[in-house]
């Protein structure tokens, strides 16, 4: 059974990169026909989608967050991390990671999630 | 902002049936398939529907969707007490070139 488990730091100095990892069990990250994602929830509100790589190694991101967003995937040790530069108060949030079922845009979705892990961007 | 709008909030007694809206344009909903996330109070969303209108294994049939032109729907028939959760709509969009989430729904149960 997939499972995936976010870890790092759940304080973080503003102006400086958040990093998170996500390490996958139950199944290879370099498996064809899917994806690898972060979405995260600010305390009280809906969900964001940052960004997903790809098996390929191909990367896509919100564009309001691409500037500052870094996927590193590391397949030799079966995770895959997340790097956000520059934060504020505002990326003060529960991020999770995720797995897409498909690759397929046109069928996109997020069919396993790890728990989430709360990150507080504060001085 | 999200792209997707869905109403702030839906409540039903238990027995209802409870339809939430997700209205999205023509880069998004209108030219791709969508997909229905549950989330329990305190818990990671879960995949509830996806392609439109199908459910992943475990998922019960009292849960359906559908979608028409650049609009979705969820249904929830026969409303139980442990339905009481966050839903949110979601699909990529073209234009965008990203996943995009809906605003959320609050449902009540009574």
């Known amino acids: 059974q997939l499972q995936l488990q976010e870890s790092g730091p759940g304080l973080v100095t503003p102006s400086e990169t958040l990093s998170l990892t996500c390490i996958v069990s139950?199944?290879?990250?370099?498996?064809?026909?899917?994806?690898w994602a972060w979405i995260r929830q600010p305390p009280g509100k809906g969900l964001e989608w940052i960004g997903s790589i790809y098996y390929s190694g191909s990367t896509y991101s919100n564009p309001s967050l691409k500037s500052r967003v870094t996927l590193p995937v590391d397949t030799s040790k079966n995770r895959f991390s997340l790097k956000l530069s520059s934060v504020t108060a505002a990326d003060t949030a529960v991020y999770y990671c995720?797995?897409?079922?498909?690759?397929?845009?046109?069928?996109?979705?997020?069919?396993?999630w790890g728990k989430g892990t709360t990150v507080t961007v504060s001085s | 902002q999200s792209v997707l709008t869905q109403p702030p909030s839906a409540s039903g007694t238990p027995g209802q049936r409870v339809t939430i809206s997700c209205s999205g344009g023509?880069?998004?909903?209108?030219?791709?398939?969508v997909n229905w996330y549950q989330q329990l109070p305190g818990t990671a969303p879960k995949l509830l529907i996806y392609s439109n209108n199908q459910r992943p294994s475990g998922v019960p049939d009292r849960f359906s969707g559908s979608k028409s032109g650049t609009s979705a729907s969820l249904a929830i028939s026969g409303l139980q007490s442990e339905d009481e959760a966050d839903y949110y709509c979601?699909?990529?969009?073209?234009?965008?070139?990203?996943?995009?989430f809906g605003t959320g729904t609050k449902v009540t149960v009574l």
């Open positions: 139950g199944g290879s990250i370099s498996s064809s026909g899917y994806s």
């Open positions: 979601a699909a990529w969009d073209d234009s965008l070139n990203g996943y995009v």
């Open positions: 023509s880069s998004n909903i209108g030219s791709n398939t």
């Open positions: 995720a797995r897409t079922g498909t690759t397929d845009k046109y069928y996109y979705y997020m069919d396993v």
